[in-house]
T-cell receptor, first 113, second 113 residues
Framework: DTGVSQDPRHKITKRGQNVTFRCDPISEHNRLYWYRQTLGQGPEFLTYFQNEAQLEKSRLLSDRFSAERPKGSFSTLEIQRTEQGDSAMYLC???????????FGPGTRLLVL | KQEVTQIPAALSVPEGENLVLNCSFTDSAIYNLQWFRQDPGKGLTSLLLIQSSQREQTSGRLNASLDKSSGRSTLYIAASQPGDSATYLCAVRNNNAGNMLTFGGGTRLMVKP
């Protein structure tokens, strides 16, 4: 198993454009999490899936953000009409229901110009 | 709302020193606490997880303690090495917050050869 993977690793976009990130969790991990981390800060929780169901959403997840996990495997996070304040590292993590530890991917670094 | 604080924000020590990183949290109704390591531009690696009923966990040169009633945890690193240089993050999972982790801002550690 190669761990959690995220694609792309880096994304530069212009304000107002839409971007989509992908996360592939560790196989058979039924929980998947998205976090956002700005420079010098700890990660902030965005949303969490158990299988294909989105069970929790942070108030940070404005209506410009949408996340899906259609078949309970990979997940996508889309940001519409990006703003400069969206510039951050977007981290994905996965875990098993019976396991407390969340395993993190390398992140996608977004820069909105 | 849970708030997690880590002190100091940055620390520089010579190789071989023992050191302590501090984490405090405002709401003692936690389910567990985790310490993570993050290398520059990378994802997070879980180091230790302490359940709310436990007082400490050890892994190699690392020892984490938890005092839930006072809202404090410490990460002790023995005989520090240059390879320990990284940012160390603590995160708590609250009893009433599902699987969401609340992170501190991290301590950036540099171990000088």
């Amino acid at each position: 198993d190669t761990g959690v993977s995220q694609d792309p690793r880096h994304k530069i976009t212009k304000r107002g454009q839409n971007v989509t990130f992908r996360c592939d969790p560790i196989s058979e991990h039924n929980r998947l999490y998205w976090y956002r981390q700005t420079l010098g800060q700890g990660p902030e929780f965005l949303t969490y899936f158990q299988n294909e169901a989105q069970l929790e959403k942070s108030r940070l997840l404005s209506d410009r953000f949408s996340a899906e996990r259609p078949k309970g495997s990979f997940s996508t996070l889309e940001i519409q009409r990006t703003e400069q304040g969206d510039s951050a590292m977007y981290l994905c993590a996965s875990s098993l229901i019976a396991q407390e530890t969340q395993y993190f991917g390398p992140g996608t670094r977004l820069l909105v110009l | 709302k849970q708030e997690v604080t880590q002190i100091p924000a940055a620390l520089s020590v010579p190789e071989g020193e023992n050191l302590v990183l501090n984490c405090s949290f405002t709401d003692s109704a936690i389910y567990n606490l985790q310490w993570f390591r993050q290398d520059p531009g990378k994802g997070l690696t879980s180091l230790l997880l302490i359940q709310s009923s436990q007082r400490e966990q050890t892994s190699g040169r690392l020892n984490a303690s938890l005092d839930k009633s006072s809202g404090r945890s410490t990460l002790y690193i023995a005989a520090s090495q240059p390879g320990d240089s990284a940012t160390y993050l603590c995160a708590v999972r609250n009893n009433n917050a599902g699987n969401m982790l609340t992170f501190g801002g991290g301590t950036r550690l540099m171990v000088k050869p």
